[in-house]
Every structure is written in C-alpha cells, then in structure tokens.
C-alpha cells in the first residue's frame, strides 16, 4: 500500500476507505479483510467478474448441484465495471 496516497472518510452511517497500491504491485485486487479487532476479521470481496461469477453461481445453486442442475443455470456474464455501477447480463 502507498500509505500517503490512502485515506479514510467517516460519516454517522458510513465509513469509506481509500487504498492505494504500491507503484510495484500489479494487477486486481480479489478481497480485502476487516473488523474491529485482527483477531475477528471478515472477508469482503472487490466487484470482479470472477467474484460476481461465484456469488451468482452459489446464489442459484447454493449447494453442490447435479449435472442436469448445473446445465440448467443461466448464463450470467459482466459486461462492465466502473465506480458507479455493474453491469451485468443473464441469459
């Protein structure tokens, strides 16, 4: 992390934190952990194809699904992420 470049905002309902990367690290970040205390963290995913892909997938699907289950999930596909939206299609 580039520890100068980060920031954090809290308002009375919201909290956001700012984080950026180091000039050598690469590529998307797939998660991030928080929580009060680092003993008690929770995991929190980044908006990625890949992860809307498994949300989706165990959303449809939660446990594990027969073949004929499987062929019947529909297409879903991410065809576009910026800060203010996904965009998303399911056949």
């Given at each position: 992390?580039?520890?100068?470049?980060?920031?954090?905002?809290?308002?009375?309902?919201?909290?956001?934190?700012?984080l950026?990367?180091?000039?050598?690290?690469?590529?998307?970040?797939?998660?991030?952990?928080?929580?009060l205390?680092?003993?008690?963290?929770?995991?929190?995913?980044f908006?990625?194809?890949?992860?809307v892909?498994?949300?989706?997938?165990?959303?449809?699907?939660?446990?594990?699904?027969?073949?004929?289950?499987?062929?019947?999930?529909?297409?879903?596909?991410?065809?576009?992420?910026?800060?203010?939206?996904?965009?998303?299609?399911?056949?």
């Amino acid at each position: 992390l580039l520890s100068l470049e980060s920031s954090v905002s809290v308002s009375a309902h919201n909290a956001v934190v700012e984080l950026a990367k180091a000039p050598g690290s690469a590529g998307l970040w797939d998660s991030f952990s928080f929580g009060l205390e680092p003993s008690a963290l929770q995991e929190g995913l980044f908006v990625s194809e890949e992860n809307v892909d498994g949300f989706l997938g165990t959303a449809f699907c939660p446990s594990p699904c027969s073949q004929s289950a499987q062929e019947s999930q529909p297409l879903i596909e991410v065809l576009d992420v910026t800060e203010d939206r996904i965009q998303i299609r399911v056949e």
